[in-house]
């Protein structure tokens, strides 16, 4: 388990923004198995909660298709996916989706993401989800935020996605595909 302080904060966030009284210690409660890479799916409500290890399997991601949707709402990480999923079925031949709502950069459907422009990695201000290793790399001051429009994204000289499971990977040819 790697930067669990910053799945901790967002549990901790989520359950407080829900207004659930529960307490959840993840450090106690988390215990991969350790002959692979594993995905942790930790699902949880006011009363109850429920841990799932699943095989990680990291995707490649070479091609992005920019996707507009101004009402899509992710803000906290659910296990439902719809309106994720229905977006990525657009991505005609794209590995992945770039959502851009209300005119600037959000997120992928896996991955937050940063772009290269002049000489600073830049991830939008207004993620759809604001990921962990995100958080992480905002503190350490090696990711600023920003409003990130089209024009800027398609300037780029480089772009990475950054997810708990890969960190931050730059995408070995950076193609992003007009809307």
């Known amino acids: 388990m790697h930067h669990l302080f910053y799945h ?5 966030l989520t359950l407080q923004k829900f207004d659930l009284a529960a307490h959840y210690n993840l450090s106690e409660l988390i215990t991969p198995p350790s002959d692979a890479q594993y995905r942790c799916r930790f699902l949880y409500d006011g009363l109850h909660f429920n841990i799932e290890y699943h095989p990680y399997i990291q995707k ?18 659910y296990a439902n996916r719809n309106d994720l999923n229905t977006l990525f079925e657009l991505r005609e031949g794209c590995d992945d989706i770039l959502i851009v709502k209300n005119e ?8 937050n993401i940063a772009i290269f422009i002049n000489n600073q990695w830049l991830t939008p201000k ?9 958080s992480r790399l905002i503190d350490e001051r090696k ?7 089209i024009t800027d994204a398609l300037g780029a000289s480089k772009i990475a996605l950054m997810n708990a499971m ?6 070995e ?5 007009q809307i």
């Open 143 to 149: 990711i600023i935020p920003a409003n990130i429009s």
């Open 126 to 134: 207004l993620p759809l989800l604001e990921g962990t290793t995100r």
């Open 173 to 177: 040819n950076g193609i992003i595909l």
């Open 166 to 171: 890969t960190g931050f990977v730059e995408m």
């Open 104 to 111: 600037y950069l959000t997120d992928t459907t896996i991955a």
């Open 8 to 12: 901790q904060q967002r549990l901790d």
């Open 60 to 77: 490649k991601i070479t091609s992005l298709r920019l996707i507009q949707d101004n009402t899509i709402e992710y803000s906290s990480k």
